[in-house]
Nanobody, 119 residues
Framework: QVQLVESGGGLVQAGGSLRLSCAAS????????MGWYRQAPGKQRELVAA???????NYADPVKGRFTISRDNAETTVYLQMNSLKPEDTAVYYC?????????????WGQGTLVTVSS
């Protein structure tokens, strides 16, 4: 049994900041890549940022220079610091992780947290 629990979403004005958190728990052997995806109404879910167990990061072009992904020292929690938010950042943000369990690696998704950026 594994799960990801997200927090930190909310309503913010354009130009403001939010910090999302995602904590993994359960019968976990290890965690490889953790990341954040987002999905706006009527659109495909897209990768926002990802971070490996070695600390390598990747960002989608629209968020480069504005968002920062990080992990805690235990590598069980991933964060997304979002600065200079724009209305087009409005979406449900989902945490994702490649988690090693007894049967092998599985992709686990959080429940999603809504980020709304007003004009």
């Amino acid at each position: 049994q594994v799960q990801l629990v997200e927090s930190g979403g909310g309503l913010v004005q354009a130009g403001g900041s939010l910090r999302l958190s995602c904590a993994a728990s359960g019968s976990i052997f290890s965690i490889n890549v953790m990341g954040w995806y987002r999905q706006a109404p009527g659109k495909q879910r897209e990768l926002v940022a990802a971070i490996s167990s070695g600390g390598s990061t990747n960002y989608a072009d629209p968020v480069k220079g504005r968002f920062t992904i990080s992990r805690d020292n235990a590598e069980t929690t991933v964060y997304l610091q979002m600065n200079s938010l724009k209305p087009e950042d409005t979406a449900v943000y989902y945490c994702n992780a490649d988690i090693e369990v007894a049967a092998g690696y599985v992709a686990v998704w959080g429940q999603g947290t809504l980020v709304t950026v007003s004009s």
